[in-house]
């Protein structure tokens, strides 16, 4: 078992930017790709971000390619995503997720572990 922590979330104007830390504990060797998502009032939890904590390989929701950036620090157990130029549309409970996959997956139901969510507020 993986517990996450997401921490980092707030509110901050347009053009702004944000940096969201999650970290991981428990059987962390069983995890291979860190996952973001994120979850907007009345819509279903979309995929953001994911790396591959071993290999550092990335991917991204074509949403956040450019602003966001999604990176790790192996021996702290931490991933991080980096957000610039937040719109309103960004706003979102984000959750940090893992996956016992290598192919760092976009899939919700790859992701066995995921944390409680830190809440991410965009004003216009």
């Known amino acids: 078992q993986v517990q996450l922590v997401e921490s980092g979330g707030g509110l901050v104007q347009a053009g702004g930017s944000l940096r969201l830390s999650c970290a991981a504990s428990?059987?962390?060797?069983?995890?291979?790709?860190m996952g973001w998502f994120r979850q907007a009032p009345g819509k279903e939890r979309e995929f953001v971000a994911a790396?591959?904590?071993?290999?550092?390989?990335?991917k991204y929701a074509d949403s956040v390619k450019g602003r966001f950036i999604i990176s790790s620090d192996n021996a702290e157990n931490t991933v991080y995503l980096q957000m610039n130029s937040l719109k309103p549309e960004d706003t979102a409970v984000y959750y940090c997720?893992?996956?016992?996959?290598?192919?760092?997956?976009?899939?919700?139901?790859?992701?066995?572990?995921w944390g409680q969510g830190t809440q991410v507020t965009v004003s216009s």
């Open positions: 997720a893992a996956s016992n996959s290598h192919l760092v997956p976009s899939a919700a139901v790859s992701y066995g572990n």
């Open positions: 790396i591959y904590w071993i290999g550092g390989n990335t």
């Open positions: 428990g059987r962390t060797f069983l995890s291979y790709t």
